[in-house]
């Protein structure tokens, strides 16, 4: 069975840093995009960060841009994203996604069922 499961999420003060990680099972991640999404509360989900594999290019936009960070490990089964310099604005759901077409900006084939991430100010 093929799924991604997020953890990491919790309450952190504004300012701090946090890093979440996504275990995938059934897959790896080789010729996946992988990315980052998040939801607040009352708002649209928005995608925060994205790995292409087709060319290791990365996304970000310019809320989070500086501030997080993709990655993933060597065994392409985990995926990371750092944040630092969290700001009450960055409180939501986060959830990961992988699409096998490899490339960011369309939609996602598999997707995590989220970690909930709240900032103090």
């Known amino acids: 069975e093929v799924q991604l499961v997020e953890s990491g999420g919790g309450l952190v003060q504004a300012g701090g840093s946090l890093r979440l990680s996504c275990a995938a099972s059934?897959?790896?991640?080789?010729?996946?995009?992988i990315a980052w999404f998040r939801q607040a509360p009352g708002k649209e989900r928005e995608g925060v960060s994205c790995?292409?594999?087709?060319?290791?290019?990365?996304y970000y936009p310019d809320s989070v841009k500086g501030r997080f960070t993709i990655s993933s490990d060597n065994a392409k089964t985990t995926m990371y994203l750092q944040m630092n310099n969290r700001k009450p604005g960055d409180t939501a759901v986060y959830y990961c996604?992988?699409?096998?077409?490899?490339?960011?900006?369309?939609?996602?084939?598999?997707w995590g069922k989220g970690t909930l991430v709240t900032v103090s100010s």
């Open positions: 996604a992988a699409d096998l077409r490899g490339v960011c900006g369309g939609g996602m084939d598999y």
């Open positions: 790995i292409s594999s087709s060319d290791g290019s990365t």
């Open positions: 059934g897959f790896t991640f080789d010729d996946y995009a």
